[in-house]
């Protein structure tokens, strides 16, 4: 039956979800307590088979928005697509990439995420298994968790990092790049103060300079913290190549991976040291299958991030890392911040995640709260 489906439809759904938390990087706000957070759905069907996927339109992370990721979708991507077999995931991703072709990186990942990580959805509903058992490849059943901590004083941190604790999380990731260096330090030194023995990762998100990056990284391997993630702009090559060489903690990139091959670009220059695994930044589960492989097979340590992803996006990061057994606390924290209430089916406890065992992502999604929940974002 797989064989024999063929997509007949994509639509797309920009929902607002209700925001728990307010939440920055250095690019600015994410999330904002108060304001909906919106999250663009997209739904492809395929012999009465609909499979979903998600798209988290960050202006302060990345260019696509809400507009443009549907935009994209329904103008571009559902036509290159329609009357495709569903089972072809490599020509899908090559029809995609024909339609919106790649610029330095890649063109319009989130927008293509959504759509592949749909058709993973379906194609797995359809053989009635999850998505990381139609890899054949699935190496852990439940995930760590960590806990978001973006205040901007120590005594506000620390009143963060109890939350997190009182949550049942015991690893902690830190948002710099939104001060100054040393309010940045002192920010990272009350998380320390506060889990001695905790885990403890800090992201820069393209915040800083070589020099810059340089100096915080001598204080923040004082501070035992196990990953830099992404301190320049993800197109500085020249200056990760040097980081990487100087740095005493070992430097994880984020942004500068949108690609496979820009991977293999960094892996051939000797320029990192941590893969950061993304299913959004990448262009969905195709490409970063790819990503993970590599890094593996080149020896590069895999970490696991998100988007602030409501439960769509956040079960396909759990089938991805899962499938490539990352062992280390993954940045997946939606849950923190948005409230995905057009879901169900993926169960977290305190800093566990369980991998969903259902067909497809193993999302039961509700259309009728989707249909309510949507707003017209071109309006």
């Not at 340590?301 to 057994?325: K, Q």
Request: glycine share 10%; proline share 5%.
């Amino acid at each position: 039956m797989i064989g024999e489906l063929t997509v007949e439809r994509v639509e797309t759904f920009a929902v607002a979800l209700p925001t728990l938390r307010s939440f920055g990087v250095s690019g600015g706000a994410v999330t904002v307590a108060g304001t909906p957070s919106i999250r663009v759905l997209v739904k492809v069907s395929a012999g009465g088979i609909s499979g979903w996927g998600e798209a988290t339109p960050i202006p302060a992370w990345t260019y696509e928005t809400a507009e443009s990721i549907v935009t994209t979708v329904d103008r571009y991507l559902a036509p290159a697509l329609l009357g495709r077999p569903c089972w072809d995931l490599d020509g899908a991703c090559a029809a995609v990439d024909r339609a919106i072709n790649r610029g330095f990186t890649i063109g319009m990942p989130l927008a293509k995420a959504a759509v592949d990580t749909a058709l993973h959805d379906l194609l797995g509903k359809a053989a009635g298994v999850g998505v990381s058992t139609l890899w054949g490849r699935r190496r852990r059943d439940t995930l760590t968790l960590g806990w978001m901590v973006s205040g901007q004083s120590p005594a506000e941190v620390a009143e963060h990092v109890a939350e997190g604790r009182q949550a049942g999380y015991d690893a902690f990731k830190v948002k710099i790049g939104l001060r100054g260096e040393r309010e940045d330090l002192a920010v990272v030194a009350a998380v320390r103060d506060a889990a001695p023995e905790a885990p403890l990762w800090v992201d820069a998100n393209q915040g800083f300079s070589v020099d810059a990056a340089l100096r915080l990284a001598r204080r923040l391997a004082e501070l035992e913290v196990t990953a830099f993630e992404q301190p320049l702009p993800a197109n500085d090559i020249v200056g990760l190549r040097r980081l990487a060489e100087h740095s005493p903690v070992p430097v994880a990139l984020d942004e500068s991976l949108r690609h496979p091959s820009d991977l293999a670009t960094f892996v051939r220059l000797d320029a990192v040291d941590v893969a950061i695994a993304k299913v959004q930044r990448s262009g969905g589960l195709t490409l970063s299958t790819r990503l993970c492989a590599l890094a593996e097979d080149c020896g590069v340590r895999l970490m696991g991030s998100g988007l602030t992803d409501s439960d769509l996006g956040l079960a396909a990061s759990l089938h991805l890392f899962a499938a490539f057994g990352i062992d280390t606390p993954v940045d997946l924290n939606g849950r923190q911040f948005v409230d995905s209430v057009y879901a169900d089916g993926v169960r977290v406890e305190g800093g566990t995640a369980h991998v969903p065992t259902g067909p497809g992502l193993g999302v039961e999604v509700d259309e009728s709260v989707v249909r309510d929940l949507a707003v017209d974002v071109l309006a």
